[in-house]
């Protein structure tokens, strides 16, 4: 599990490099599918991963900014930083036995669900893969190369 969290960090990493080479217009515009714009999707990602990590799992009290008070570039990737330094350590140190510990999770309609800890992070790992791919459509959209999803070639497996 531990690889695809750092697959994910080096695509993330990349797509905010990405975003550099394009204007803010082309960045904010509104795009069907997904949460909206390349810039809100991207925050989605690290607020996603974040909230279910930090918030979720660890049970701590966690603010996530809206996206209009990190709306640039550069704040999305300071955003990012700050969530990865706070929960790089507890993916680093997954344990198996942490596997089918329970969780919490009260829904937007209030309801309460229960979760084991390996289920979250596998869905942490596959959500912020199903929105690389909606960046690469939108990337094409505007007549740039995507990142590459490769998973062959990062060096994770050496």
Same mark, same amino acid.
């Given at each position: 599990m531990l690889k695809l969290f750092e697959y994910n960090w080096q695509v993330r990493k990349d797509w905010l490099d990405w975003c550099g080479t394009?204007?803010?217009?082309?960045?904010?515009?509104?795009?069907t599918g997904g949460v909206g714009s390349i810039l809100i999707t991207l925050h989605h990602i690290v607020a996603v991963e974040y909230?279910?990590?930090? @918030?979720?799992i660890q049970g701590k009290s966690i603010e996530i900014p809206p996206f209009?008070?990190?709306a @640039?570039?550069?704040?999305?990737?300071?955003f990012s930083a700050r969530c990865h330094l706070?929960?790089?350590?507890?993916?680093y140190d997954w344990k198996d036995s942490l596997e089918s510990r329970?969780?919490?999770d009260i829904?937007?309609?209030?309801?309460?669900?229960?979760?084991?800890y390996g289920e979250v992070m596998r869905h942490v790992?596959?959500?912020?893969?199903?929105?690389? @791919?909606?960046?690469?459509?939108?990337?094409?959209?505007?007549g740039k190369k995507p990142v590459t999803a490769n998973l062959i070639g990062r060096g994770l497996f050496d």
């Open positions: 394009v204007n803010e217009e082309e960045l904010m515009k509104r795009r909230g279910w990590i930090c @918030g979720g209009e008070n990190v @640039g570039l550069q704040q999305i990737k300071d706070e929960l790089a350590p507890f993916v329970i969780m919490i829904t937007d309609e209030g309801e309460r669900e229960a979760h084991t790992i596959a959500h912020e893969i199903h929105h690389i @791919g909606q960046l690469s459509v939108w990337s094409r959209e505007i």
